[in-house]
C-alpha cells in the first residue's frame, strides 16, 4: 500500500479522534459531532479542542493539540472559515493523519473561494496531512461505533453496520442514506461524505473499499470525477475482487451539470460517455441514490444471479399482472423453468394458470400456504431461474407469511428480491424480513432495480474482465500531419488529409477555387457529382444550402456553384467561400456518423452512430473510451439500433462492419494520441458499403486547440 | 338516470346490508366481513344470515331474508359455491337492490366456470338484482362508514374518507390502495373491486362516480373492458365534468395479457390501442397502482397547474442535482421564472446558483429557513411555474420545517408536491403533513409521476374536449366490394382494389398469369418496373425473395420472374403461385405503413407508422380508436418520431402529409364501416411524395371473416 493509501486508512480506522469547534449545543455543528461520537459509543479516545473550556459533554478539553501530547489520528475541523488555517497548522504540528473540514463557501463559490481552498490543502501538504473535504458532513465507520459527522441521521441509532463502502460528493444524501439502511437492515464499512474533494477523492475511497476487508460492495453518489482514467482503472479491480461498483452521477441534463459545478465544483463530463465506461467497465449505473444501497445490499446479502433470467410469483392475481408487465417493461427476461419445475408446478395449480409469472393466490385451502411454498422452493432449484421476485399482496396472516417466505429465500441461495406494499398495515411483515436478516423493497420500482442490478453485474462477472485501453499507436504520419495543423476549426479538405494520414478512406477531393476549376475536376472525375461549399465560418454545410448532390452535367454544376455562394451569404452575411470540393456521387451503402471527443473526466472517446436521416430521429450513438481496439469498435457497432440494418435484415446485403469497425479503432487511436489538441473530430457521414467494399468518409470536420 | 345505475347507487350506498355466510371467526370471509362493519361503525341496519344461529357478534341473525320481513338494500354473499344459487333467490325474493359475491372459481378457472356464473346472473337478471364479482373482495363506502368487504386492508382504521372514487378488477390490489391511502392521507368517496365482472363492471362504476357528487377523481385498475366504446364516452363526460380518470392496465406484456385472462376472465385487447386511446380521450395512464392513489390524490388536494413547467427546490445540493436529471429524463420542463422572480431569487442566494433547480441549501444562518420559504414563495407567485417539487433533504430541525414547506404549499395555491426521503428519521416531518393535509411522496419516482399526471391532466384540461369519433362514412363502392369478397386472407391485387374502393390511391396493377403477360404489360407501363409474385401462402414477400425492385428490360424480368418462382418453391415448397404483379419502380418518397385492426376492446383502430428500413429499428406506430378524421389523422402522425422528415428537416422537401392524413382517415372510415369483418389491412408500404403530389399505396395485404 502506497503511503497516501495508508494514510487514508488511519484517517478512517483512527484509534483517537479530536474535534476542533466541539461544543456542548446541539444546534452547532461541533455540538452534534460531540454528541454523536458519545452516542454511538466510539471505542477510541475523543479529544475536544476548545479555546477556553476545560471539557465539553463531560470530556476534558484542550486548547491546542501541538503541546497536549496526546496522539491523535483524526481531526474533524466544524470551525468558521478564519480559524481553519491556524487549526490545520495544529493538527499538523500534533502528528495527526488526516482532518475532515465540514466548513463550506470555498471551491463551490468561485475562483475566491478557490484560493483560500488551496491554502489550507497547501498546509497539508506540508504536513502530510489527508483532507477530507471541504464543505462535506465527515464520515462514519460502524466497524469501530465511529460516527466523526455532523449530520442528523446519527440522531437516532443504531449505527448500520454492513458491508456496503458508501462514498458521497453530497453530505445531505449521505444522511439520507445512512437513514435508509438503518431502515432497511442495510450497512456499511464506511460512509464518507467527500465534499470538494480538495485532496481525498472519490477513487481514493473505492482504492481504499478494494483493499478493506469489511466491504464487499462499493457505493458512490458523483459529481465529477477527478480522473476518470483512474476510476476506469479501479473499476477492474473491482471487477476482478468480485466488488460490485455501483454510482448515481449527478450531470445527466444540462442543469444537473451546473448544479454539479455550483454544489462541489465538479466538472461533470459527458453523462453519455460516463454512462458508456460504466457499462464497458462493470460499474452499475443507477438513476437513484437510495436505489444504490437497496441494489448493494441485495448483492451483499443475496448474493449474484448465476443466469439473467427472473420468475416472479405473488399470491394476489392483479399484482401478478401488474409485475409481468414491468418486470418486461424493464427489459429483464422471464425464467422459461424446466419441465420437471413446470410438471410439478401444474400438479400445485388450478388449469389454466402460468407458471411465470406465477399466481399462488386462491390455491386450495388447506394447502395453500404450503403450496404457494412449494412453489417458491420449486422455482429456486431450477437452474433456468436466475433470480426470484416474490411480490407479497395482502393477505390475512401477512407477518408469518412474510417471515416464510424470507426465510425460504435467505435458505435457497437463489437471489431474491421480496417486495412488500407501502403502508402501516404491513410493518409487522418489514419488520419481520429485518429480523430474519432479508432484505426487501416497499415499491416496484426498486423491486425492477435491485434485479436489474444483479443480473447485469451477475453477467458482468461471467463476462471476460473489462480490457484495458491499449496504448494508441496511430499512424505517425497522422501525428506528424496534426502537429503542423493550425489550432481551430478545420475544413473538409483538411480533416481528410488527417484522416487519411491515420489510414482512414476518404473521398480524394481538392478544394476548386473557381467554378472553372471545378468543371475539371468533374471531367476527371466523371458525372454525376456533389459539390461541396468550403469555408470555415459554416458549421452545418446542408442548412447553408451549401452541400449539391447528383450533379449531371456543366450547366447544373455552374448553376450549383452559384446557388452555393448565394445560400452562404443568406447565412452568413460577409463569409468568404473558400471554394468548393468536387467529390464522385456515390450511391447505395448505409451513411453512419463516426467521430470523437475530448471529454472533461475520460479524455479521449469515441463514438459511433446512425447518420443521414436518422439522425434526427434516432437516437442512435455509441461511444467508449478511447482507443478502442477493432474488436471493441464491433462491439459497440453491435450495440447500434442500426445494427441489424447493418447485418442485413429482411433480405438487404450486409454492409461492411469490418471496414465500418477499423474506422472507428483508427480514429479512436488518432484522438488517443493527440489527446487534449484534438476537441472534436466528426466523420458525417461515413459511407458504409457492401460487404467486402469498404466504407469511406464523405464529409468531416475537426477541431484543434493550440 | 337509467334504472340499472339507480340500483347501482342503491346497493353502494345501502340503508341495511345482510352477510349471508355470517361468522363471528375472523379466519372466515364472512367473520371478517362482519368484524369490520361492526368495527367501522356501519351507520345502516346489519342482517346476518345463518342457517342455524340466533346473533353473529352480538346482532341477531335470521336463517333466510325473504321471510324476515327485514327491507335489505346489499346482501353480501360469503358463501361456497354450491350454496350460492339459493342464497341469491333469497336475496332476489327479499327485494334486495344488488349482491356481492366473493366466492371465486366462475369464468377465471374455464368454460364450466363461466356455466356457473351464467346461471347466477340468470337469477339475478330475473329478480332485477345487481352483482357485484363473482371472484372480488367488495367494496367500501367511507362516506356510509361501510366497509363490506372481507379484506384485511380494514383490519387498521381508520376508513379513509375522501374524494377519490376507486374500481378495481383485483380484489388485493384494492386492499393494498385501501391501506396506502391510509398511510398518505388520500381517501376513497367508494372502493369497489369488480372481479369478474359478471354483471357491474367498471364503465358502470365510472359512471357511477361522474354522477357521484363525494367523488373528484376515478381511480381504475383495469385488467380488460367489456365495452371499449362505453368507456370511452364516459371518458368524454368525466373530462366535461372536470374528474380526471386515472387508470392501470394490466396485459402490457404478453405475460400480462395471459394473467387477466386467468385472473378476471379479461380479454385484454392490445395495450398499444388502449395507450393511444387513453390519451386521446385525457385519461392519465400509469405503470402502478400506489402510483394511482399518489397521483389522484395529488390532483384533489393540489390542483391542477395551470402551465406545464416545473420549478425544483431542495435544501440538498446533490438532491437537487440529482432531481433536476430525473426531471429532464421524464421529459418534464424546467421553468423559466420571470425577471422579477430572478431577480428576487438572485438577492436570496449565493452568487453562481441556479434559480432552477433551485438548492437553498446553506443560505446565511440568520435567514436560512425564512430564505428558503421566500424563494418558495417568489416562485409559487411566478405564472410561469406550473408545478413545484420541494425535495427535502434531511436537516436539522426537519419536522418543523418540513410542516412549515406544507402549510405554505397548500397556502400558494400553486400544485406542489412534496418529496421526503424514506426512513424513519423522518416519520415525524411525514406524520406532520397528514396533520396539515399535505400530500407528499417518499420516492422520486413517485413524485415525478404526480407532476407528470398532474402537467397532464391540467394540459388535457386546457385542450378541447375529446373528439367523438364521426360515424364511418366510406364509399359505398368500399362496402359493396368488401361484401362481395370472400373470407380469409385478401392477395395484394384484392386488397388495393379494396382501397380504391374507399378513394385511396394505389398502384395499378393487374396480376400477370404468365411471364408473357407480364412482358406485355411492363411494355404498356414502361421500365423500370417491379415485379411481385402472389401467392395466398406468401405473408412475407420480401423474405421469400418474391419482390424484384427495378427491372430495366424484358430480360432481365424473364430472369426476374424464374427467380420468383425458384424462391416460392424453396419458401413453401407445393405453394401455387397465382402470377405476378407488375408495377411501374417509382423513385423518390417516404415510406410508411398505414393498417387497421380489430381490436378485442375497442374495436376498429386504425394505424400509421415509419416504413421501409425503419420498421425495423424504430417502435415509431401511432394509434388511434377508428374513424378518425383528417385532423385527427395529422395529430396521430405529428406524434410519429419520423415527423420532422415528413416535416422536411435539413433542407429535405416536406413529404405530401396532408394525402397521408387522408389515406389514414379513409382507411379508418373503412375500419369502421366494415367493424369485425375486417380483421387487419396493411398498407406496406405507402409510398408519401413530396407535398403536391399525393401518397400512393405501393403494396397491401388484409385479412377478412365471414
Same mark, same amino acid.
Given at each position: 500500500?502506497?503511503?497516501?493509501?495508508?494514510?487514508?486508512?488511519?484517517?478512517l480506522?483512527?484509534?483517537?479522534?479530536?474535534?476542533?469547534?466541539?461544543?456542548?449545543?446541539?444546534?452547532?455543528?461541533?455540538?452534534?459531532?460531540?454528541?454523536?461520537?458519545?452516542?454511538?459509543?466510539?471505542?477510541?479516545?475523543?479529544v475536544?479542542?476548545?479555546?477556553?473550556?476545560?471539557?465539553?459533554?463531560?470530556?476534558?478539553?484542550?486548547?491546542?493539540?501541538?503541546?497536549?501530547?496526546?496522539?491523535?489520528?483524526?481531526?474533524?475541523?466544524?470551525?468558521?472559515?478564519?480559524?481553519?488555517?491556524?487549526?490545520?497548522?495544529?493538527?499538523?504540528?500534533?502528528?495527526?493523519?488526516?482532518?475532515v473540514?465540514?466548513?463550506?463557501?470555498?471551491?463551490?463559490?468561485?475562483?475566491?473561494?478557490?484560493?483560500?481552498?488551496?491554502?489550507?490543502?497547501?498546509?497539508?501538504?506540508?504536513?502530510?496531512?489527508?483532507?477530507?473535504?471541504?464543505?462535506?458532513?465527515?464520515?462514519?465507520?460502524?466497524?469501530?461505533?465511529?460516527?466523526?459527522?455532523?449530520?442528523?441521521?446519527l440522531?437516532?441509532?443504531?449505527?448500520?453496520?454492513?458491508?456496503?463502502?458508501l462514498?458521497?460528493?453530497?453530505?445531505?444524501?449521505?444522511?439520507?442514506?445512512?437513514?435508509?439502511?438503518q431502515?432497511?437492515?442495510?450497512?456499511?464499512?464506511?460512509?464518507?461524505?467527500?465534499g470538494n474533494?480538495?485532496?481525498?477523492?472519490?477513487?481514493d475511497?473505492?482504492?481504499?473499499?478494494?483493499?478493506?476487508?469489511?466491504?464487499?460492495?462499493?457505493c458512490?453518489?458523483?459529481? %465529477? &470525477?477527478?480522473?476518470?482514467?483512474?476510476?476506469? /482503472? !479501479?473499476?477492474? $479491480?473491482?471487477? *476482478?475482487? #468480485?466488488?460490485?461498483?455501483? +454510482?448515481?452521477?449527478a450531470?445527466?441534463?444540462?442543469?444537473?451539470?451546473?448544479?454539479?459545478?455550483?454544489?462541489?465544483?465538479?466538472?461533470?463530463?459527458?453523462?453519455?460517455?460516463?454512462?458508456?465506461?460504466?457499462?464497458?467497465h462493470?460499474?452499475?449505473?443507477?438513476?437513484?441514490?437510495?436505489a444504490?444501497?437497496?441494489?448493494?445490499?441485495f448483492?451483499?446479502?443475496?448474493?449474484?444471479?448465476?443466469?439473467?433470467?427472473?420468475?416472479?410469483?405473488?399470491?394476489?392475481?392483479?399484482?401478478?399482472?401488474?409485475?409481468?408487465?414491468?418486470?418486461?417493461?424493464?427489459?429483464?427476461?422471464?425464467?422459461?423453468?424446466?419441465?420437471?419445475?413446470?410438471?410439478?408446478?401444474?400438479?400445485?395449480?388450478?388449469?389454466?394458470?402460468?407458471?411465470?409469472?406465477?399466481?399462488?393466490?386462491?390455491?386450495?385451502r388447506?394447502? %395453500? &400456504?404450503?403450496?404457494?411454498l412449494?412453489?417458491? /422452493? !420449486?422455482?429456486? $432449484?431450477d437452474? *433456468?431461474? #436466475?433470480?426470484?421476485?416474490? +411480490?407479497?399482496a395482502?393477505?390475512?396472516?401477512?407477518?408469518?407469511?412474510?417471515?416464510?417466505?424470507?426465510?425460504?429465500?435467505?435458505?435457497s441461495?437463489?437471489?431474491?428480491?421480496?417486495?412488500?406494499?407501502?403502508?402501516?398495515?404491513?410493518?409487522?411483515?418489514?419488520?419481520?424480513?429485518?429480523?430474519?436478516?432479508?432484505?426487501?423493497?416497499?415499491?416496484?420500482?426498486?423491486?425492477?432495480?435491485?434485479?436489474?442490478?444483479?443480473?447485469?453485474?451477475?453477467?458482468?462477472?461471467?463476462?471476460?474482465?473489462?480490457?484495458?485501453?491499449?496504448?494508441?499507436?496511430?499512424?505517425?504520419?497522422?501525428?506528424?500531419?496534426?502537429?503542423?495543423?493550425?489550432?481551430?476549426?478545420l475544413?473538409?479538405?483538411?480533416?481528410?488529409?488527417?484522416?487519411?494520414?491515420?489510414?482512414?478512406?476518404?473521398?480524394?477531393?481538392?478544394?476548386?477555387?473557381?467554378?472553372e476549376?471545378?468543371?475539371?475536376?468533374?471531367?476527371?472525375?466523371?458525372?454525376p457529382?456533389?459539390?461541396?461549399?468550403?469555408?470555415?465560418?459554416?458549421?452545418?454545410?446542408?442548412?447553408?444550402?451549401?452541400?449539391?448532390?447528383?450533379i449531371?452535367?456543366?450547366?447544373?454544376?455552374?448553376?450549383?456553384?452559384?446557388a452555393i455562394?448565394?445560400?452562404?451569404?443568406?447565412?452568413?452575411?460577409?463569409?468568404?467561400?473558400?471554394?468548393?470540393?468536387?467529390?464522385?456521387?456515390?450511391?447505395?451503402?448505409?451513411?453512419?456518423?463516426?467521430?470523437?471527443?475530448?471529454?472533461?473526466?475520460?479524455?479521449?472517446?469515441?463514438?459511433a452512430?446512425s447518420?443521414g436521416?436518422?439522425v434526427?430521429?434516432?437516437?442512435?450513438?455509441?461511444?467508449?473510451?478511447?482507443?478502442?481496439?477493432?474488436?471493441?469498435?464491433k462491439?459497440?457497432?453491435?450495440?447500434?439500433?442500426?445494427?441489424?440494418?447493418l447485418?442485413?435484415?429482411?433480405?438487404?446485403?450486409p454492409?461492411?462492419?469490418?471496414a465500418?469497425?477499423?474506422?472507428?479503432a483508427?480514429l479512436?487511436?488518432?484522438?488517443?494520441?493527440?489527446?487534449?489538441?484534438?476537441?472534436?473530430?466528426?466523420?458525417?457521414?461515413?459511407?458504409?458499403?457492401?460487404?467486402?467494399?469498404g466504407?469511406?468518409?464523405?464529409?468531416?470536420?475537426?477541431?484543434?486547440?493550440?
Open positions: 500500500m502506497n503511503p497516501a493509501a495508508s494514510t487514508l486508512r488511519a484517517l480506522n483512527p484509534r483517537s479522534v479530536a474535534v476542533y469547534g466541539a461544543s456542548s449545543d446541539p444546534g452547532k455543528f461541533g455540538g452534534r459531532v460531540m454528541r454523536f461520537l458519545l452516542q454511538h459509543g466510539y471505542r477510541g479516545r475523543i475536544p479542542v476548545h479555546p477556553g473550556a476545560a471539557e465539553v459533554l463531560g470530556i476534558p478539553a484542550v486548547s491546542r493539540l501541538d503541546t497536549s501530547g496526546i496522539p491523535v489520528d483524526a481531526c474533524l475541523l466544524a470551525l468558521p472559515s478564519a480559524h481553519l488555517a491556524a487549526a490545520l497548522e495544529d493538527c499538523g504540528r500534533a502528528g495527526a493523519r488526516g482532518a473540514i465540514i466548513t463550506a463557501d470555498f471551491a463551490e463559490t468561485g475562483p475566491e473561494g478557490a484560493a483560500r481552498q488551496e491554502e489550507l490543502l497547501q498546509i497539508a501538504r506540508r504536513h502530510g496531512l489527508r483532507l477530507i473535504g471541504p464543505n462535506c458532513l465527515g464520515f462514519i465507520n460502524p466497524q469501530l461505533s465511529l460516527a466523526l459527522t455532523s449530520s442528523v441521521a440522531a437516532t441509532g443504531p449505527m448500520p453496520r454492513g458491508a456496503i463502502g462514498a458521497c460528493q453530497s453530505g445531505s444524501l449521505m444522511a439520507s442514506l445512512i437513514s435508509h439502511a431502515d432497511t437492515g442495510a450497512g456499511f464499512s464506511v460512509a464518507a461524505s467527500l474533494q480538495a485532496d481525498i477523492e472519490l477513487c475511497l473505492v482504492e481504499y473499499f478494494i483493499e478493506d476487508e469489511a466491504t464487499r460492495a462499493i458512490l453518489y458523483v459529481e %465529477g &470525477l477527478k480522473d476518470g482514467r483512474r476510476f476506469l /482503472e !479501479l473499476a477492474r $479491480r473491482a471487477h *476482478a475482487a #468480485g466488488k460490485p461498483v455501483l +454510482a448515481v452521477k450531470g445527466r441534463s444540462e442543469a444537473g451539470q451546473k448544479l454539479a459545478q455550483s454544489h462541489t465544483a465538479s466538472l461533470a463530463g459527458s453523462y453519455a460517455v460516463w454512462a458508456a465506461a460504466c457499462r464497458d462493470a460499474v452499475i449505473l443507477l438513476d437513484d441514490p437510495e444504490l444501497i437497496y441494489c448493494a445490499d448483492l451483499v446479502r443475496c448474493g449474484v444471479p448465476a443466469c439473467s433470467t427472473v420468475a416472479v410469483i405473488s399470491p394476489s392475481g392483479g399484482t401478478v399482472a401488474v409485475t409481468g408487465d414491468r418486470v418486461a417493461a424493464a427489459g429483464l427476461a422471464l425464467a422459461d423453468p424446466g419441465a420437471a419445475t413446470q410438471d410439478a408446478l401444474r400438479a400445485l395449480l388450478p388449469p389454466g394458470r402460468l407458471v411465470n409469472p406465477l399466481d399462488v393466490g386462491g390455491l386450495p388447506a394447502s %395453500g &400456504l404450503d403450496s404457494a412449494t412453489a417458491y /422452493e !420449486l422455482l429456486a $432449484r437452474p *433456468a431461474v #436466475g433470480a426470484i421476485l416474490i +411480490a407479497v395482502t393477505t390475512p396472516q401477512l407477518e408469518d407469511k412474510v417471515r416464510q417466505w424470507g426465510r425460504a429465500a435467505l435458505a441461495g437463489k437471489p431474491t428480491a421480496i417486495l412488500l406494499t407501502p403502508g402501516t398495515l404491513v410493518d409487522g411483515a418489514r419488520h419481520a424480513l429485518k429480523e430474519i436478516g432479508c432484505p426487501h423493497t416497499n415499491r416496484l420500482d426498486d423491486a425492477l432495480r435491485v434485479l436489474r442490478a444483479a443480473i447485469d453485474y451477475g453477467a458482468a462477472l461471467r463476462d471476460s474482465p473489462p480490457r484495458t485501453a491499449a496504448e494508441g499507436n496511430p499512424a505517425g504520419t497522422a501525428r506528424e500531419y496534426a502537429a503542423r495543423l493550425p489550432a481551430g476549426r475544413n473538409e479538405p483538411d480533416t481528410k488529409a488527417l484522416l487519411r494520414a491515420c489510414g482512414i478512406r476518404t473521398t480524394e477531393d481538392v478544394v476548386a477555387a473557381t467554378v476549376a471545378a468543371l475539371a475536376q468533374a471531367r476527371r472525375i466523371g458525372y457529382v456533389v459539390l461541396k461549399g468550403v469555408s470555415r465560418e459554416l458549421v452545418h454545410k446542408s442548412e447553408a444550402g451549401a452541400v449539391r448532390l447528383d449531371p452535367d456543366e450547366a447544373a454544376l455552374r448553376a450549383a456553384w452559384q455562394a448565394a445560400g452562404l451569404e443568406r447565412h452568413r452575411p460577409g463569409a468568404a467561400l473558400d471554394g468548393c470540393v468536387v467529390q464522385p456521387m456515390l450511391k447505395g451503402g448505409i451513411e453512419l456518423i463516426v467521430g470523437c471527443r475530448w471529454d472533461a473526466q475520460f479524455g479521449a472517446v469515441v463514438l452512430g447518420g436521416v436518422l434526427e430521429i434516432l437516437d442512435d450513438v455509441q461511444m467508449a473510451v478511447a482507443p478502442v481496439s477493432v474488436e471493441g469498435a462491439r459497440m457497432i453491435g450495440r447500434l439500433r442500426i445494427a441489424p440494418v447485418a442485413g435484415a429482411r433480405g438487404r446485403r454492409a461492411d462492419v469490418d465500418l469497425a477499423g474506422t472507428v483508427r479512436s487511436e488518432l484522438a488517443a494520441a493527440l489527446g487534449p489538441r484534438l476537441v472534436e473530430l466528426d466523420i458525417n457521414p461515413l459511407l458504409v458499403l457492401d460487404a467486402g467494399h466504407a469511406i468518409a464523405l464529409d468531416g470536420r475537426a477541431t484543434l486547440t493550440g
